[in-house]
């Protein structure tokens, strides 16, 4: 997506077999509804700079880097959607909110804010951190990085760390840690992120104004929905 292009919007699409599924430039806008990325050499969605990214009902995996990529700020919302990072040990999600002027030695950083909520939406992979929030000003610039997250389910650990967000719950209400080796999934292996009959997800979720329905068409839970793509059919 060119820089500064508006009005773009993908609905109903699967994206594979690339080198990158979906970059977006510079305060480029894009929506993404029910939308499915995966199987790329590199990764599955790239943002650079973005102005407005909106994501609902997606699901993004196979990668053999970041699953989904979200550089040097923006404004950026994502809802029930499934991020997998199952194809090598970097974080399936990795936000940050600068851009190095040298190469080499990254030199003096540029620093954009970036504004990410997300909601209903699982974050899972091999590694025990599958989001990565990278902060240039390491806190002493308020305001840069600003993050409000709810009901999602997260496979993370060191971020939680004195260092890192030790209050990263407090921007993330009714949120949940989770790992691999639990059934989340009806077979990983043959990439089926459906839900599995036993998964955590099922009625974790908060109902979202104006979405009704899953990846699939199938109507979500009016009041208590599964995280993620999609709706546990019973």
């Known amino acids: 997506i060119f820089p500064e292009s508006k009005g773009n919007a993908f609905a109903n699409t699967i994206i594979r077999d690339g080198i990158t599924g979906l970059s977006i430039d510079s305060l480029a806008e894009l929506s993404l509804d029910k939308v499915q990325v995966f199987n790329h050499a590199s990764r599955a969605l790239v943002s650079f ?125 009714d949120c949940f840690t989770i790992s691999r080796s639990e059934n989340i999934f009806a077979n990983v292996d043959e990439l089926d992120f459906h839900l599995d009959t036993l998964s955590q997800l099922e009625n974790r979720g908060i109902p979202l104004p104006g979405i009704f329905d899953d990846l699939e068409g199938s109507l979500r839970d009016n009041v208590s929905p599964d995280i993620g793509c999609y709706e546990y059919q019973y």
Request: with cysteine; net charge negative.
């Open 49 to 173: 700079h973005v102005g407005d990214l909106n994501i609902r009902n997606s699901l993004f995996h196979t990668t053999s880097a970041e699953t989904v990529l979200l550089k040097y700020g923006g404004r950026i919302n994502i809802d029930y959607s499934t991020i997998a990072g199952y194809g090598d040990k970097n974080a399936a999600l990795y936000v940050d909110n600068f851009r190095c002027t040298e190469e080499v030695f990254c030199g003096p950083i540029l620093v954009n804010p970036i504004n990410l909520t997300m909601n209903n939406t699982v974050v899972i992979g091999n590694s025990s951190d599958e989001l990565a929030l990278v902060v240039a000003t390491f806190g002493e610039e308020p305001g840069v990085l600003n993050f409000d997250m709810q009901n999602c389910a997260l496979n993370i650990d060191t971020i939680l760390n004195a260092n890192n967000f030790p209050n990263f719950f407090d921007n993330c209400a």
